[in-house]
């Protein structure tokens, strides 16, 4: 039985925990071979050797996603180093809570630095490199990026962006004729550092708020989900399987989103 990924070089941005941690591993499990990226070497490395002790191939490197010449750079030497680029997944992303009041300019303006102009220099680099063999970029938004909340402003702002330039950039690949294939997926509440950190960092009042709401509001067993869901929906749409596919919102979020 043929791996799902075989002979495809896939780059991961945030891979050092959480989403692309997972997403890694998966690619890994079905034939990828994986360059994972995080700003934090050290995290990324273990990730690596992970794959490696499972029998993946894979390599580590360190990435400022909000830094332009090295997205030109990482691009460039993977197409140089390993025949091509396949699939991109825009994974690295932040999340300051704070309200449409109270949150700070500095930290809006690094919200959107990592979370929408990192995923739009991860793009236009891949584009490069892909438009003439073909590939998958992958862009993960959330489901914040399609519905409100009023905790997490900066970050709603961020992924609706996101989610509505990964269409404008399928339209423009489509467009030209380029075999390229651009969607975002969209996760729910998954029990990764981030979120859990984050509603961590909340008010007690928020906090118990917020695990009553997805207690009462996540039609699957009102509970979270585990970052494997997210890497198997990223999964399909780094495959062949997923062909017909582009300008697509790949929603996981338990049911949430369904109210």
């Known amino acids: ?37 995080d700003l934090n ?26 830094d332009e010449a090295q997205w030109a750079q ?17 994974n690295a992303g932040i999340a300051i809570p704070g309200t449409a009041e109270d949150t700070s ?15 739009f220099l991860g793009t236009r680099a891949a584009i490069g490199v892909m438009k003439n063999d073909g590939g998958s970029i992958i862009n993960i938004s959330s489901i914040e990026g399609i519905i409100g909340e009023p905790q997490t402003a900066a970050y709603n702002y961020s992924k609706g962006g996101v989610r509505i330039f990964t269409k404008s950039a399928a339209l423009h690949c489509a467009g030209e004729g380029y075999p390229i294939r651009v969607n975002s997926v969209h996760p729910g509440f998954i029990g990764t550092a981030m979120v859990l950190d984050g509603i961590a960092s909340m008010p007690a009042e928020v906090q118990e708020e917020i695990q009553a709401r997805l207690a009462r509001e996540i039609p699957m067993g009102g509970s979270m989900g585990e970052p494997l869901d997210i890497a198997n929906g990223c999964l399909f749409l ?9 300008g697509s919102e790949l929603v996981i979020d338990g049911g949430y989103t369904c109210h």
């Open 105 to 119: 300019l500095e930290d809006w303006r690094k919200t959107q630095a990592v979370n929408g102009e990192g995923v």
């Open 1 to 37: 039985m043929s791996k799902r990924l075989e002979n495809k070089v896939a780059l991961i941005t945030g891979a050092g925990a959480g989403l692309g941690e997972a997403t890694a591993k998966r690619f890994a499990e079905e034939g990828a071979f994986v360059v994972a990226t």
């Open 238 to 246: 780094a495959s062949d399987e997923s062909r017909y596919m582009t």
């Open 41 to 66: 070497l050290d995290a990324v490395t273990r990730v690596v050797d992970e794959i490696a002790a499972a029998g993946g191939r894979a390599e580590a490197r360190q990435q400022d996603v909000t």
């Open 74 to 90: 990482i691009v460039q030497n993977i197409a140089n180093d390993h025949g091509g680029l396949h699939v991109l997944v825009n």
